[in-house]
């Protein structure tokens, strides 16, 4: 490796090996181009490290543990049930390094280059990637930035000992007997709920009216319901103020209805959003990349910032702050860079919350379907007269889908249950391909399956359906 002012020719450098930054540049490997790609953290991200993945893993670890509980159903008891924390978090690990590890074998195996440092620019041309050993200087003709982003910190609520952002929440020494988490957000109910399940007595304390405002309030009050069927406490409407912690515990004042209030957990977790990594020593100011008063880079449809050959993607841009959503940014960036016409569209961004019931949206709500001018049709079917639905203990749910009244156009749909992050894969692609009720309808689905539910809400939709009593 060359250390001092001599500069290395590649392609393409990719700042940041997350989901956007990997597929970016995996993808223009596939097309050719001589890639680097440099990350200060770890392979993978946040999103495989200490998001997504690990999170996913310990939901996971926490529905084994209730489904045991609630077997009797079946007609199993068992007694004794017991949660061995340090062994779930070997497993959690082991998820996280298999993946992480999976990564650094395609960058390997598409032979790109991989820097574990930081990048400053030099120019629009050049940068300068850097550790505690070397410096060496990159000279490049396009540039991919896919930075991600970081826990908000709030002033009043500083992380550190009891008070805990999402990262140090999926790592804790034990399981708490008590938390508190601020933001009623996806990830303060996927956490939150978690450790729930594992018995902690868990208060989420919302700014607004509901938990997961982003989503139909059908689908969050599913949610709430079976929060609180956990003795899960849900403050909605409340104003976080302080917190004071000791060395064994931490307690929040927060204003409810005119009124100031307290409550005293093991854990504060902190989740009100995420910050996305374009400050620092980077130097984006330094080549006049075009920012918003948020900090995010602005990008064409294209991905392509003020600077022509310098791309942005991921949670660095405007949109939802999503994995899947910069995994698709990434491989547009790279096409685009290979001189393919590709170009971003967003129309089918299908959001997630792997809650309890887990949560799923595509494309347009009800109401901003009319809101578009649509002469909207709408089909609703619950899971609990759904076969499989009921075989697997399932009673709350629903799929719910959007179409245009004239042409039967499917515009968007909802689902609250179980599988519900699967089951949204097929309505998305109803929407991409421009596919009719009549399309869905006509689709066999297999049976029993939960896939049916999608069928039955169609047909509903169409005022045919087969399984329900039509009014």
């Known amino acids: 490796m060359v250390v001092g002012d001599a500069s290395l020719d590649i392609d393409t450098l990719v ?39 690990p999170s996913k893993a310990l939901i996971s670890a926490s529905h084994q543990y209730e489904s045991i509980g609630h077997a009797s159903q079946f007609g199993i008891t068992a007694s004794d049930v017991k949660v061995e924390w340090s062994k779930v978090q070997e497993f959690k690990n082991g998820v996280v390094k298999k993946l992480t590890g999976g990564v650094a074998s395609l960058l390997k195996a ?32 396009n540039c991919i930035i896919a930075t991600g982003s970081r826990p908000i910190e709030l002033k009043a609520f500083p992380y550190g000992g009891r008070i805990v952002s999402s ?28 450790y729930a399940r594992f018995g902690t007595k868990v208060t989420i304390i919302e700014g607004s009216d509901t938990i997961l405002p982003g989503f139909d309030k059908d689908m969050s009050s599913l949610v709430a319901k079976k929060l609180k069927g956990s003795q899960a406490e849900i403050v909605t409407g409340a104003q976080a103020k302080s917190a004071e912690q000791t060395d064994n515990d931490v307690t929040v004042t927060y204003t409810v209805g005119g009124e100031d209030k307290q409550v005293t957990a093991d854990y504060l977790l902190v989740t009100v959003g995420r910050r996305p990594n374009t400050d620092g020593e980077l130097g984006l100011d330094l080549i006049n990349i075009k920012m918003t008063d948020r900090g995010l880079i602005e990008v064409d449809e294209q991905c392509r910032t003020n600077v022509p050959h310098i791309f942005a993607i ?55 379907a009319k809101d578009k001018g649509h002469n909207v049709k709408v089909g609703k079917f619950p899971f609990n007269i759904n076969g499989r639905a009921l075989s697997l203990g399932v009673k709350e749910g629903f799929v719910k889908v959007i179409a245009d009244a004239d042409n039967g156009l499917v515009l968007g749909a909802q689902i609250a249950g179980i ?19 009549e399309d869905i309808a006509l689709t066999i689905h297999a049976h029993p399956t939960l896939g049916e539910i999608v069928l039955d809400a169609v047909e509903m939709a169409l005022g045919h359906p087969i399984h329900a009593i039509s009014k």
Request: proline share 5%.
């Open 167 to 194: 990262t140090e929440a999926l790592s804790l020494p034990e399981i708490p007997k008590s938390l508190i988490v601020i933001g009623g957000g996806y990830i303060g109910v996927e956490l939150g709920q978690m």
């Open 419 to 437: 599988e519900a992050s699967n089951m949204i894969a097929e309505l998305g692609l109803a929407i991409e391909m421009g596919a009719t009720l």
């Open 314 to 368: 991921g949670d660095i841009i405007d949109g939802p702050a999503l994995a899947h959503k910069a995994m698709y940014e990434g491989r547009v960036a790279a096409e685009v860079i290979a001189g393919q016409p590709s170009k971003i569209d967003y129309k089918c961004i299908p959001l997630v919350v792997f809650s309890d019931p887990e949560c799923s949206s595509v494309g347009y709500s009800e109401k901003e």
């Open 110 to 141: 598409n032979k790109i280059e991989y820097f574990s440092g930081e990048v400053m620019f030099i120019n629009e041309n050049e940068a300068r990637v850097f550790n505690d050993q070397e410096a060496p200087r990159y000279r490049f003709k």
């Open 15 to 53: 700042i940041g090996a997350g989901p956007g930054g990997y597929v970016a540049a995996i993808r223009a490997a596939q097309l050719g181009q001589n890639v680097l790609v440099v990350d200060k953290a770890y392979v993978g991200g946040v999103c495989l490290n200490v998001g997504c993945i």
